[in-house]
DNA sequence: TTGTACGCGTTATCAG
DNA sequence: CTGATAACGCGTACAA
């Protein structure tokens, strides 16, 4: 008998396939459930017969297949789907990370799709997970209206939103302390002795924008700050775009002491604009990033891993409840980070 | 009849199971292979019979199930696995994003996994994600050894190693032009009147790490550099241990002029540092990463979502023959690329 | 200690 | 046009 026959008990098997309990089963002479019973760990099997199928198994490289175990009655799958906006942006990528790191840790693995801030690319991307059966979905909102998950969210299906609640949706979401992360970056500057003071923001059309905006604006009333010596720079939508809108207002109010960045993009251009220039401005950012303390600014501490772990745990205790009617909208409170000045210089 | 009734054919199904076939057809009073027609682009149904069908399908949400279709005979997977060290890392993060760009493209979906530079870790995970039959794997390596691995690809299953080769395995992998891109660094330098060149590089446990060390030795001597003008720096392992290691060699080398950074986070250090002090040093660093035009520096024109775009792409054509003996071990050339000292400074 | 029958949700085959 | 029946790979329940 030849090693290539006994490579695959079942020749007709198409050779990519995976071999299965009933090669192994064959090979060694013994019934599939006996086969089961060796692999999943020998309840109640003599040494011998065991000893035999595990020969046989290792010989054709069995592998346990997950998705027919699956398949049956009542067993939850343990995959978590994913979407965000852009995997090459660090701030989605971090909250990815979180997210992964917290669910690995409860054996569960993540599958990740990217939108594109694509609304109509989204809801495809949720059809084909929920397709696949996943166990629970944490998504970045890109899409204006998510009413059409009302059913599954009815049935019990487990849906966390992060960053930005899901429009016409009652469901589970992280979101951060947009209002209180604001105002203590203003209070920050006010203490630092800045006399006038500019924001610089994303695309309004952003919620988180839109937010941080208002939020400023309420913030720079309560705290009766001159009107002349406040700035108001929005749609602000890259780091390139950030460095452009820096300059500009550098030159045109050179006594702005101050600047707000409400995300890591726009921080990394101001940051680096503002050390390029001579002037003395403090800068500090709504977004923690890696290279903060480089760039020698300030920021909230407010970490997209902490967030995408947050969302990761609401997640969890939704499946622990998975019916329950009252949605959790948890707000990340922030604090202020302020880098030591001993990291950067020669 | 209420519509509670209506809601769930199968009453004794767990509530949060999703509805089945056989829930569709046992409201609509057809058989499920009928359901099953009609949910699949109706091939010979009456027009009557498809819509109440569909009426009911419509009516307690239901969804098909990949995994019960993927069961089925030769049916491929449309999962791909992915394992990196760490999404948090930007540069791991963008060949994730590469890999997945062009997988959806494909309409494969991507299950993300991280080792942590754990070998014993990894190889776990690729044990999970064969168990998942997941229909091919694109790893960058942790480990030592994936010998293990070689009756799956003998079976046909098809790796893609990027990054790094994989030590006692023939597979696919692609890589980068290390010794390319170094020598192109330093005669960058020396193009640019660098007198004093410092390469700092990453531990040098690191493949890629010892590689790029290695080439800047050679292209050093057939450049016929003095080598009392070259510093070698190695062991650096984050941003701040190269502001570290960038502040100490300026202070006791004050003619360096020129710094090769050999990846992207020593690259952010050690840029930073030279732009927060007064010597006048051109930086180049091996990898292309998102703020490098901001902090000035030049890097090769290495971007890792190309590299992550690539390995999809090498899975996608080892789809196409699985079992071909002839492994591919693409490199990816790198150019210069030089950045316009015009997007900074005030 | 070991084996048989059945079910998970779906589709292919072959009848009606 | 429509419907039983088998099969995919595995585990549970029940025999032998």
Redesign the interface.
Known sequence: MSVTTLDRANSTA?????PTLADVAAISGVSIKTASRVMNGSEQVSQKTADKVKKAANLV?Y??????R??RV?SL?N?VGMIIS???N?FY??L??GA??RL?EEGL??????ARDDGDREKKLI??L????VRGLIIVPSGEDYSHLH??RK???SFVFVDRPAPYLDSDSVTVDNRGGITTCLDYLIEEGCKSIAIIADTTSIWTASERIEAFKQAMLSRKLDKGNVHIISNVHT??EA?TAT?KL??ERADVDGIIATNDLIA??VG??V?????KVKVVSFDLF??A????IATLDHDP?RLGRMSAEMLLRRFEN??ARSFSTEIMKVSMKINKDD????
């Open positions: 198409n050779p990519l396939a995976h490289g592998r346990s297949n997950r998705i027919a699956e398949l009542g799958s995959l852009d995997l090459a660090p990528a971090g990815a990370a992964e790191e690995s693995d993540l599958i990740l799709a990217t059809e084909s929920l397709e696949r059966r059913q599954e049935r019990g299906f780091s390139e460095v300059r550098l030159k990394m251009g680096q604009t050390n390029a220039s001579k002037h890696p290279t303390n480089l760039l020698n891993q998975p019916t990291s950067v210089g020669a």
